[in-house]
């Protein structure tokens, strides 16, 4: 009930209910050791992450390991758990995060630093590992920005540097062994050092000289640099088949299927492509096999092919078509976010334009061909228009561009060049079709670790706002469209990135100061951020802006990605004389220090068996009849009854499809799922009798689908029955007639007064109430929605009629019944006991 209380109240009570589909839940006892996987964001920035799953089921995959998930809480819900003095739970089972064994962090975004502090102070475990006892849980971390370690050093026992997938296994087991065996902390911390990939912060302390980072005082057996382990052979790594189904909206809901690990084409500002190096692929007929066991799974109706670079994917050419000929039928999309406009050729572009055309992205990233020289991105602007010219020929009506700005060598005429390259974009789409619209995001250049732009400074914060200023008075109203980045947020980013053991302390004092998800532009505090690191003895903008000399040792220097220093040195040398390098794909070596024994270039086959000659058939634009009409009822209970309405729709159209139910499409554009349900309840509500409408393409037996049914909806839900009905019949909101509620008095020793309340509003003969709807007043009687009410053990019961004009909301009845003001009626003592249909339509 307490947990009811706190929902009641936030925002989204859907990001904590956990008992998703796919959501692994063991019983503590049964398990040597337990994980907890935090994720320094909200559910549905964390649940749209592939890598975050995937360590997920790899570790519940071992049987005497459980691995459960942690989200920041938004702060309303933060605020709750300090009010009461709560800590701070697992989705699964609630578990503090003191409790666990050890506690995982994923490092994805530099402005997500304030969630990690967040996580650990909620969780009950000292934000400092310096601080943390024998009975708190080792806290390590890992992911893209564990590169640079030092900016987290103070927060984690050890950071782990590369792809985890066989490392976690090792991880785990390595500390499940020290516990065991009744291990302490150094002990267990000293046997975590002898796995490859992991970097001890206290084993590797920073020396510093006026101010300048010196060097790094190595604890005896700790080696001069950490070197970053990777999975050599994509095909054979672990993958899941078994995703987790948020039930809240995700920001990414669909299946994600990697089909390559790194980027051939060396952009100098990309940390993705010299991190991830080499490239290895997956073969197509895996990836044709891991979207079909996952769309099984999943019930998802979109499919996305991730990579750096997915048209440089060797079979991309061949695998499209032949997966269009399974997908398109099914009404299920396939996005590939990451395809570069010169690889849109003939077949791939008709293969996934058959079933859904969203936007089209192209990243020229400077709008000038000199720029693109620069950062090795070498495409001219002719490449560039003819692949807008031929998106806009094969349907797609959107195109859109991503820029940076303030990279090196940039000057006021490659910024111009920006809307001048846009403008050309449009009037080349223009001319295919007038509806062509063009959506440009422009964000501002930060320098990272480990690229040949590594040593460069941010430019001073006026020139970057200045050159972001002009862009807007170049948009063509309601054709051409920009967005840019905030540069004061991109400071913070730039700050941290190249960051040393000091930021931790700025960290630390922006989380002390407020500072929460500053990767969302409303709750960003420069403010915050700029007194945190002045208290930590630092200048935001300084650090930002710094420019590093070559002589001068970096705070990652301790971290070996197995690209050769004097190579990245050599690239940023060749970006200053605008002389591009090619990629690897051409036999050629060059020499960047990555390759050697297993780790390698692992390029998949172009062609698969049997591959597909003939375009991809278009999707059905009518559905076929004839058409067999259900209805189908349910319950909505327990943690279910904090889905909204939208949840429920998404819900049952993705269970329809993982059940292998035959659901007939809309027709149209962007066809959906045939399926309507009765008037909704609130968010809060408790229903037994809950109905929707389904139209299917064959007939199925009633008790079929309720079982199919069941097994592919999360925790909550209960299917009650299924009918078919006569294709004529009303509609399921016409067939309604009423329901009957039931509210838990919660006010003590009230029933006498609520007795008399209940006896004076039955008395009246109307009780009209001004309602808004869609932005305009209407009257209602709520008296006659009323048909009887009585209390019974303490509870209101009543029925309310469903009448065309308009019904009212059952807490506003429920407090019109008993005098109170409606907000002393919860959601949660509010349940939908039954639905009763009109004469006629028995159920």
């Known amino acids: 009930m307490l947990m009811d209380k706190l929902l009641a109240q936030v925002e989204r009570p859907s990001r904590y209910i956990g008992g998703e589909i796919g959501a692994r839940r063991k019983d503590p006892a049964s398990v040597e050791f337990r994980v907890a996987l935090a994720f320094p964001d909200v559910y549905e920035i964390g649940m749209s992450h592939l890598g975050y799953q995937l360590l997920y089921g790899i570790l519940n995959d071992l049987p005497w390991c459980a691995a459960e998930r942690v989200y920041s809480p938004w702060p ?28 995982g962090f994923t490092l994805q975004y530099e402005l997500s630093a304030t969630g990690i502090l967040q996580i650990l102070d909620l969780g009950g475990i000292p934000l400092r590992a310096a601080d943390r006892g024998e009975d708190a849980p080792l806290v390590i971390a890992g992911g893209p920005c564990a590169a640079n370690p030092e900016p987290w050093a103070l927060f984690f026992d ?22 065991l065996g009744g291990a302490d902390r150094r002990e267990k911390l000293a046997r975590l050092a002898a796995i490859p990939g992991m970097y001890l912060p206290q084993a590797r302390l920073p020396v510093f000289r006026d101010r300048r980072l010196e060097g790094f005082q190595l604890a005896p057996g700790q080696p001069a640099r950490v070197r970053r382990r990777l999975v050599t052979d994509l095909g054979a790594a672990p993958r899941p088949t078994a995703p987790i189904l948020p039930s809240a909206p995700a920001v990414h809901d669909r299946l994600a299927i990697e089909v390559m690990r790194g980027c051939l084409r060396g952009c100098r500002f990309c940390f993705a492509g010299f991190f991830y190096r080499p490239v290895r692929e997956r073969e197509g007929e895996q990836v044709i096999d891991l979207v079909r066991a996952g769309l099984a799974e999943s019930g998802h109706d979109e499919v996305s092919l991730l990579s750096l670079s997915t048209g440089d994917w060797s079979p991309v ?15 299920v999309a396939l996005s590939l976010p990451s395809l570069r406009a010169e690889s849109l050729r003939g077949e791939l572009a008709a293969a996934i334009r058959q079933v859904r055309r969203t936007g089209f992205t192209i990243a020229p990233e400077a709008a000038t061909e000199r720029m693109r020289r620069v950062i090795n991105k070498p495409i001219g602007d002719e490449p560039i228009l003819e692949a807008v010219r031929h998106v806009f020929t094969m349907g797609w009506e959107l195109i859109k561009l991503y820029f940076m ?6 000057t006021e005429a490659d910024v111009a060049a920006i809307g001048d390259l846009v403008q050309r974009v449009w009037r080349t ?12 995001t422009v964000s501002t250049f930060v320098p990272k670790p480990h690229t040949p732009f590594e040593r460069f400074g941010m430019l001073p914060p006026a ?5 972001l200023k002009r862009f807007p008075s170049k948009a063509q109203r309601g054709a051409i469209t920009f967005h840019t980045n905030p ?13 040393d053991r000091r930021t931790g302390e700025a960290i630390e004092a922006a989380y002390r100061g407020g500072a929460r998800f500053d990767g969302w532009r409303e709750h960003f505090k420069y403010g915050v951020w700029e007194a945190a690191f002045l208290q930590a003895g630092l200048d935001l903008v300084a650090e930002a802006t710094k420019t590093y000399a070559d002589d001068e040792i970096l705070p990652w220097d301790g971290v070996d990605i197995g690209i050769d220093p004097a190579y990245l040195r050599a690239e940023r040398d060749r970006a200053l004389r605008g002389e591009t390098t090619a990629d690897c794909r051409d036999g050629i070596c060059k020499e960047c220090g990555n390759c050697a024994a297993e780790i390698r270039t692992r390029l998949a086959a172009a062609e698969i068996a049997a591959p597909a000659s003939e375009p991809a058939p278009p999707a059905t634009t009518t559905t076929p009849p004839p058409l067999f009409r259900y209805w189908i009822c349910f319950a909505k209970a327990g943690t279910a009854k904090w889905l909204g309405h939208l949840d429920l729709v998404r819900l049952f159209g993705r269970a329809m499809r993982r059940a292998g139910l035959p659901v007939a499409y809309s027709l149209g554009y962007h066809p959906m799922p045939r399926l309507s349900f009765g008037p909704p309840l609130a968010i809060g509500i408790a229903g037994d009798e809950e109905w929707l409408e389904a139209w299917l393409t064959e007939t199925t037996g009633p008790a079929e689908i309720q079982s199919r049914l069941q097994s592919s909806l999360p925790e909550g839900f209960r299917l009650i029955a299924a009918k078919q009905m006569p294709n004529e019949a009303p509609s399921l909101f016409e067939a309604i007639a009423g329901w009957e509620y039931e509210i838990e008095l919660t006010e003590p020793a009230g029933e006498t007064a609520a007795a008399a309340a209940i006896e004076r509003f039955l008395a009246l003969s109307e009780y009209p109430v001004t309602v808004v709807k869609k932005g305009r007043d209407r009257v209602l009687d709520a008296r006659q929605l009323v048909r009887w009410a009585r209390l019974e053990n303490g509870r209101l019961r009543f029925f309310a009629l469903n009448p065309p004009s308009g019904m009212l909301k059952p807490t506003h009845l429920g407090a019109l019944l008993l005098g109170l003001p409606e907000e002393r009626i919860p959601a949660y003592h509010v349940f939908r006991r039954r639905t009763v249909m009109a004469a006629g339509e028995k159920t």
């Open 76 to 103: 309303d819900m933060e605020a709750l758990l300090r009010r009461e003095g709560l800590p701070l739970g697992s989705q699964e089972t609630g578990t503090p995060l003191a409790a666990f064994d050890l506690v």
């Open 158 to 179: 050890a950071v782990f540097i590369g792809e985890g997938e066989d490392a976690i296994v090792e991880i785990a087991r390595t500390l499940r062994d020290a516990k």
């Open 317 to 331: 050419q061949s695998v499209l078509p032949r997966l269009m000929r399974e997908l398109a039928p099914a009404r």
């Open 405 to 410: 700005i303030g990279l090196p060598t940039e």
């Open 429 to 440: 789409g223009n001319q295919v079709d007038r509806r062509a619209r063009v959506n440009v």
């Open 463 to 467: 020139d970057l706002v200045g050159r």
């Open 487 to 499: 540069v004061l947020a991109s400071l913070v980013e730039g700050a941290i990135t190249r960051g």
